[in-house]
């Protein structure tokens, strides 16, 4: 018998390396680290799926990337070597800069789909809402001299509607060059 002013709470043990976020139905987003390669992982009714990658060697879900219907958002790297040399945002979490161009992705129902660009290489997301819109960051196609070497190109703050492809740029602030979003509402508030 529990009184009713007495907080109740179970211990479950999921088997990531890292856990970003649980949703409503008790699912979990992450990531899995072994042999120096990570893989984003999603925990769901006891199972943990490794989501893979866009056809790099590391996939990785950071921020709270996860919302009420099960989708995931995070980052992947893919097949193809960054042609600038940039050692884009994904660098600074993977175990080890491999070169690679890594984009952001939407994971649901087994599928992952990679986020597009403003027209450079490389795209970020960090957070969906329960809407199935995502946020993040995404290069531009111009070369920006205020970035870090070895990046070059611009990056904007951008909103992502998988459902129809749509995306929206969030211009940066006056004075500033760039611009990022790591989270957003269900009202869409960024």
Do not use: K
Request: proline share 6%.
């Amino acid at each position: 018998d529990r009184d009713s002013d007495t907080p109740h709470y179970d211990i479950v043990t999921v088997p990531m390396s890292y856990g970003a976020a649980i949703n409503e139905q008790g699912s979990v987003s992450g990531y899995n680290q072994a042999n120096g390669i990570q893989n984003a992982t999603f925990f769901h009714d006891g199972i943990v799926h490794n989501l893979g990658t866009l056809g790099g060697p590391n996939s990785q879900v950071q921020w709270p990337g996860l919302n009420d219907r099960n989708m995931v958002v995070g980052f992947a790297e893919t097949a193809e070597l960054s042609p600038l040399g940039e050692h884009w945002s994904c660098s600074v979490f993977f175990p080890t800069i491999t070169g690679h161009i890594c984009r952001g992705f939407m994971w649901q129902d087994g599928q992952m789909t990679a986020m597009p660009t403003l027209g450079g290489d490389n795209s970020f997301a960090t957070e969906v809402n329960n809407r199935g819109h995502v946020v993040g960051w995404a290069e531009t196609a111009v070369h920006d001299p205020t970035c870090n070497a070895p990046q070059v190109y611009g990056f904007r703050a951008i909103v992502w509607h998988p459902e129809s492809g749509r995306v929206h740029e969030l211009r940066p602030l006056p004075g500033d060059s760039a611009s990022a979003a790591t989270a957003i509402n269900d009202r869409d508030q960024v």
